[in-house]
């Protein structure tokens, strides 16, 4: 029990809809200026609604107080440190807002004729260039929205891809510490998924591989580095097996902070990859979206990509290129989504990739690097180097993986009362208890745009969590003490599901 | 050009000698040397926040938007207007830039948030479960398909209206693939789904019949009725709806759909060239535990507090892996936080009357046009905010004839309909003022008088290409 409710706590939770009352308002429309017939003129009766749905009733002023008040119980980036790892938690520039909000961007209708919309098609055909630089693939679609969506778009242009040549395959491979969108999109793409070891050093298993490598298999999906943060110094033999075996090779671009500049994934072998804009490339993460997922291709999988592509014609006339919407692709896998895709993402992804360039990009690689290796010597010193050992004791990429299996027998201490009380010190926590195969894994990433002094803090905070809990090891388990809400019955919400405000 | 990086040459030596190594490229020797690059990317150097607004805002020039245009166009995403609150709410750091709430202590305002829109779209669909939002209209569709499966134990095939967006149809086919399910399409007469066509497409094995009302045409469809085919052998209804006209037309849930679904873009997100919009998605308490996405859930801190979480999270990627109800992780959580926004700014009150303005403004809208020469109605069903047309002059040159007139007139519709090649749809906002819609009647006669001596058949396909 806290002995001290901050004044947070002490303002009880209300939502827009108890602060609502009859009779009050926000909005003023515009007059109709045309006849007003009943409505039963227009449509009939039967497909009318009675009563309209009970919305708040509430006044500007209060809707604004209400939201800004929720805001103030959520943590983010703009306010700490959030070494989440696997979610690139960069910085997100402002520049990057102010640009997607033009008019010329923010109004344009989806539906406008290409020609246009000519500024628009030109921005995402840059992206797409771009991109397939980045990733050392000739050709890219922008459509999916989201990570998973760049997976599920991969496996579907797999099934496509062998189907062309007549042949069905139904495994598809990927590792232990794979992310678990992995295995639900194989999953609904229609193929059975098959788990591969790792091994000591924390890659592929290369024996387990060979031998679960075979003419059914369509495709392997790796991240690379992995999301222990290591890169697999096998992947030139990995691709050459599952090439040989007939298979593609994809890589889940969650962890392309580590090599931009540095390593593509097309050299490294891979047929398809998806990027995350909401991670590399810096677009705000939203609280869960918006994102995006593109992916690159190589050639031999290009005629299966999505419909619509945007394509560069040139005019032959001397009056310059013009930029289209190629509906006529009729080997495509089809339509992944309404429209052309996430375009305010893209703006703002390509807003980050012209600020940053070729020289930036690299450097905000090398950067991330060398901040997750820092923050991986600080922690292997004192109580940290001790109770919550680094998983695969090697330099690591972007990001590292700790164990807090030994904190736990020795201290009593779970992962999730370090994650809970690093909270009141002001920090977000780590992924925690990914990836699968660490016991009590804490999985860090500091991205590029952390100062050394906010690693420094990091670290101090976890030797004095640690320190603490040598005397009194109650006061994690029981933390956090200081955040609006202190820990949450999350089996009760599962269990009596509440989902929505219940309403009179 | 290095940016948002803060490591000074003193740092980066402390940080090489507390790592143990003399530079960076060591730390990248796990690399094998083949695979590093060993090169500079092919891209331009970086530029000063200047110049890329400049660059950015140079290329946003070359659009004709809604600004520019007056803007008929429609067709699943409309030209609204977005309240100024929800620009600055939404463009607060706290919900702009954390990650999806996994630490629910210090994520209460994203995910109360979220039970707020859950509360919204649970009462604008009428059905009690709504999960926390998808990526966009479509590929909900082909979530909801999904589900399908699993809810029929099994069956795999889908019956679906032709009234339903094209878009939503592609996307339900490709994912179909995945599934090893197959799609029937029903066609529709004057304007509606051809309802023993549709009665007839049904059969046991049939996991889900897919509706939308006001459909592709605008034509409000009789839901219920049509669903009874549904009902008859255990298949799902599925309905895509328009989110804006549920202030004024039956909720799908009093229809007897048990899912509603829909692209959410009307409710507070602006254009975009077609996202970041959100998709919703909403079910009976039975589907509740199949649902795909995201959830919020109320529930007790340690001391009593009131508090909510991620709830259901056993549904999940995260945790299901390979078993999950659906692979979706990042979604469109702050596109949604705008609909919660928009959507308590308009009210109760104000959310009907602006149904009623759409429903006034687009009967009005229709009779102007269908009085203007050369135009005629493509149906006479009732509509709710946009209107199929028919015109007698080849529908590309009238559009570009209004364009120069700086109006978007609307959507051709033989772009997705080939037997509507001379189609027109033509959307209503509350933007669109009854001077605007008098200016488009006249642009669109006199657009079709000049262009009126060509067959309405001779140029083949649009632009796009039909699909």
């Not at chain 1, 800004?68 to 696997?86: A, V, W």
């Not at chain 1, 995006?292 to 006339?317: H, M, W, Y």
């Not at chain 2, 939308?212 to 549904?230: H, K, M, R, T």
Request: aromatic share 6%; hydrophobic share 40%; proline share 7%.
């Amino acid at each position: 029990m806290a002995l001290t409710e901050t004044p947070m706590q002490r303002e009880r939770a209300t939502t827009i809809y108890e602060k609502s009352k009859r009779g009050r308002r926000a909005a003023v429309l515009p007059a109709a200026e045309v006849p007003e017939p009943p409505l039963e003129e227009l449509i009939p009766a039967k497909l009318l609604r009675s009563e309209p749905p009970r919305l708040p009733e509430v006044a500007e002023p209060e809707i604004v107080r209400h939201y800004n008040r929720l805001s103030r119980r959520n943590f983010d980036l703009d306010s700490g440190f959030y070494p989440l790892g696997s979610c690139t938690m960069k910085h997100n520039p402002r520049l990057n807002e102010r640009v997607a909000a033009l008019p010329g961007h923010a109004r344009l209708h989806p539906a406008q004729d290409p020609k246009r919309a000519q500024g628009a098609l030109e921005l995402m055909w840059l992206l797409q260039e771009s991109l397939a630089e980045i990733c050392g693939l000739p050709h890219v679609s922008l459509q999916p929205s989201a990570g998973s969506h760049g997976e599920l778009a991969g496996l579907l242009l797999t099934r496509a891809f062998h189907a062309d040549r007549g042949e069905a395959r139904t495994k598809v491979l990927a590792p232990d510490t794979s992310h678990g969108t992995n295995p639900a999109s194989v999953t609904m793409a229609g193929y059975e998924i098959v788990k591969v070891a790792t091994d000591e050093r924390g890659g592929v298993e290369m024996d387990d591989l060979r031998a679960k490598v075979d003419d059914d298999v369509a495709c392997l999906m790796l991240t690379n580095p992995n999301t222990l943060g290591l890169f697999d110094e096998n992947i030139a033999e990995i691709a050459a097996l599952i090439h040989e075996a007939g298979g593609t090779l994809y890589y889940d671009g969650a962890n392309l902070n580590a090599v931009m500049g540095q390593s593509r994934p097309g050299d490294m072998g891979f047929d398809i990859v998806h990027v995350n804009l909401h991670k590399s490339f810096s677009q705000p993460h939203g609280g869960g979206g918006p994102g995006a997922g593109p992916i690159a291709v190589s050639e031999r999988i290009e005629p299966f990509l999505p419909r619509p592509q945007v394509v560069r014609r040139e005019s032959g006339n001397g009056s310059g290129p013009s930029f289209d919407l190629d509906h006529a692709r009729p080997k495509s896998i089809g339509r992944l989504r309404g429209f052309q895709g996430n375009f305010g993402v893209f703006v703002r992804s390509y807003a980050y990739i012209l600020s940053l360039g070729a020289d930036g990009l690299a450097e905000a690689s090398e950067t991330a690097v060398l901040n997750a290796n820092y923050l991986k010597a600080r922690l292997a010193e004192g109580r940290a180097g001790e109770r919550v050992p680094v998983a695969f004791d090697r330099h690591c990429m972007h990001e590292f993986v700790l164990s807090g299996k030994p904190m736990k027998k020795e201290l009593g201490l779970a992962t999730l009362d370090l994650a809970k009380r690093l909270l009141d010190f002001g920090f977000h926590p780590p992924t925690v208890y990914f990836p699968l195969l660490v016991d009590e894994a804490l999985m860090i990433e500091p991205t590029e745009t952390e100062t050394k002094e906010s690693l420094d803090a990091f670290a101090d905070a976890i030797e004095q969590i640690l320190a603490e809990a040598e005397s009194d090891p109650e006061k994690a388990k029981q933390a956090p003490y200081t955040t609006p809400v202190r820990r949450l019955d999350e089996v009760k919400a599962t269990r009596t599901p509440k989902v929505r405000q219940s309403l009179s | 050009m290095s940016r948002y990086t803060s490591a000074t040459p003193a740092d980066r030596e402390q940080m090489l000698a507390a790592i143990g190594v003399d530079s960076v490229e060591e730390l990248f020797e796990q690399v094998p040397e083949p695979l590093r690059l060993g090169r500079e990317l092919a891209l331009p150097a970086g530029m000063s926040e200047a110049e890329v607004y400049e660059r950015l805002a140079e290329l946003a020039a070359r659009n004709a938007d809604a600004e520019e245009q007056v803007c008929f166009l429609g067709a699943g995403m409309y030209d609204h207007y977005v309240p100024a609150i929800v620009d600055a709410i939404t463009q607060r750091s706290e919900f702009l830039t954390p990650y999806t709430p996994y630490q629910p202590e210090i994520s209460q305002g994203g995910l109360q948030a979220m039970f707020e829109f859950q509360t919204a779209m649970s009462e604008l669909t009428a059905l009690p479960v709504s999960n926390a939002g998808l990526y966009e209209g479509p590929s909900s569709v082909a979530s909801a398909a999904y589900l399908a499966i699993a809810a029929s134990k099994g069956r795999r095939r889908f019956v679906v209206s032709r009234g339903v967006h094209p878009h939503s149809r592609e996307t339900l086919a490709t994912y179909s693939v995945g599934y090893g399910a197959e799609v029937e399409e029903v066609g529709l007469e004057d304007g509606l789904t051809d309802a023993a066509a549709l009665a007839a497409a049904v059969d046991g094995e049939t996991a889900a019949v897919f509706l939308q009302s006001p459909n592709f045409l605008g034509a409000v469809e009789d839901v219920e009725a049509l669903g009874a085919a549904a009902k008859e052998h255990g298949a799902l209804l599925v309905v895509a709806v328009d989110p804006m006209t549920l202030g004024v037309l039956k909720p799908p849930g009093e229809q007897g759909a048990d899912i509603a679904l829909g692209e959410g873009q009307p409710l507070g997100n602006r254009l975009d060239f077609g996202g970041p919009s959100f998709g919703f998605f909403c079910g009976t308490e039975e589907l509740m535990r199949k649902m795909p996405g995201r959830i919020a859930g109320e529930t007790d801190d340690a001391d009593g507090r009131r508090g909510f979480v991620l709830a259901l999270q056993t549904r999940e990627q995260h945790i299901r892996r390979e078993k999950a109800t659906h692979n979706i992780c990042t979604a469109q959580a702050l596109n949604a936080l705008a609909a919660t926004i928009h959507l308590a700014w308009l009210g109760r009150e104000g959310f009907r009357e602006l149904g009623e303005l759409l429903l006034r403004r687009t009967a009005y809208a229709r009779e102007r046009l269908a009085a203007t020469p050369g135009v005629e109605l493509l149906h006479e069903a009732p509509v709710a905010r946009e209107i199929a047309l028919r015109l007698e002059a080849p529908v590309d040159r009238v559009l570009e004839r209004c364009a120069e007139r700086g109006i978007a007139a609307g959507y051709p519709l033989g772009r997705e309909y080939p037997e509507h090649e001379d189609g027109l749809l033509v959307a209503i906002t509350e933007r669109r003022t009854r001077t605007q819609i008098d200016d488009l009647a006249e642009a669109l006669g006199a657009a079709i008088a000049a262009c009126g001596d060509l067959p309405v058949h001779t140029t083949g396909k649009s632009p796009q290409g039909v699909h």
